[in-house]
């Protein structure tokens, strides 16, 4: 047998094993393929399958926060409602515990009643008749007291606004080195300055009474009503029901209450020249009738001596005071 023949018996041997193996092996083969393609399949599917339900899960997650604050606005709502008639109708004694005086009730009556008294006694000194005598002794006692309470009120209450940024800066800074909210109201009614101070302090008594944290600062604005205090209970309110960063609400609470104070400065200095002039306008009448009775009292001692006379200065009076109401409320700003 020569060369040639061996190298083809090989060649068709080898040709021979390699399709028997092929017819053997490939269904094998095509069964792994196709087992292969299924589980490539089956796991695209799960992975598809997981991406849904964690998009599924994502969506009901955010309707159940949108509607836990929707709920969370709607009680804070009836919650401003039941503020708003606490501080639209305030008691005597109340105004007196906004205005920091620990007299009681009957004290003020009893200042008043000695006001009145004093002032119309020396109004008897100075010659005025019994019936104008008793008139300014009746509004010296009604309403002297009144105007020191009203502006020790808002004395308070502008000293709270200046104070209270800070004092949410430090809460701020407290949550976010690890502190506990109850922890950083401690610490504001235990260093910073008054009222800030003991308005905080009534705070953190009313949570070691077991009182909520939402409740203690709704008594926060009807202690101080103003709208720092408001927007600081609805930030409460919010991130106690709703959950959240509480340290960023904080701050952008605070950069918005800086914010209103550069407004409010900004539009008292804008507002001075109409005030200035206000108050001349309002001072110029008494101005020129104490000169003209100091220069020539028998020219003007027809005003207070005459019945005519004392008609025409209660009319003057009267106007007078309604124009200078007037002038406030036109210079006057609310924030």
Do not use: C
Not at 145 to 170: C, H, N, S, V, Y
Not at 221 to 250: C, D, K
Request: glycine letters at 8%.
């Amino acid at each position: 047998m020569d060369i040639g023949a061996v190298l083809l018996f090989v060649i068709l041997s080898t040709v021979a094993a390699g399709g028997l193996a092929f017819a053997v092996l490939q269904p094998r083969i095509d069964n792994e393929k196709k087992t292969q393609q299924r589980r490539s399949l089956v796991s695209r599917n799960e992975s598809d399958r997981m991406a849904h339900k964690a998009t599924r899960d994502r969506l009901q997650e955010q309707v159940k926060r949108r509607k836990t604050i929707q709920n969370s606005l709607k009680d804070l709502e009836t919650r401003q409602k039941e503020r708003d008639k606490h501080v639209a109708k305030v008691s005597l004694g109340r105004r007196m515990e906004q205005a920091g005086w620990t007299m009681s009730v009957r004290q003020f009556w009893l200042i008043g009643a000695g006001l009145g008294l004093f002032a119309a006694l020396v109004s008897l000194v100075f010659g005025a008749p019994l019936v104008i005598a008793l008139g300014i002794g009746l509004i010296a006692g009604l309403g002297l007291p009144r105007l020191f309470l009203g502006r020790a009120r808002k004395k308070r209450f502008a000293a709270f606004t200046q104070e209270f940024p800070t004092a949410i800066d430090l809460i701020v800074r407290g949550v976010k080195s690890g502190l506990p909210l109850n922890d950083t109201l401690k610490m504001i009614a235990s260093e910073t300055s008054e009222p800030v101070r003991s308005e905080f302090r009534r705070i953190v008594e009313s949570q070691q009474l077991g009182m909520s944290i939402t409740d203690a600062v709704e008594r926060l604005y009807r202690n101080i009503p103003t709208a720092e205090s408001n927007f600081f209970a609805i930030v409460i309110g919010i991130q106690s029901q709703a959950g959240g960063n509480l340290s960023e609400a904080l701050g952008n609470l605070s950069k918005v209450l800086r914010e209103r104070k550069k407004m409010r400065d900004k539009i008292q200095a804008v507002s001075m020249e109409a005030k200035a002039s206000a108050g001349i306008i309002g001072a110029l009448p008494v101005v020129v009738f104490a000169l003209v009775t100091l220069t020539n009292p028998d020219y003007i001692s027809l005003l207070y001596t005459n019945i005519y006379g004392q008609i025409l200065m209660g009319i003057s009076a009267f106007w007078m005071l309604i124009g200078v109401v007037v002038m406030k409320n036109m210079i006057n700003f609310d924030f």
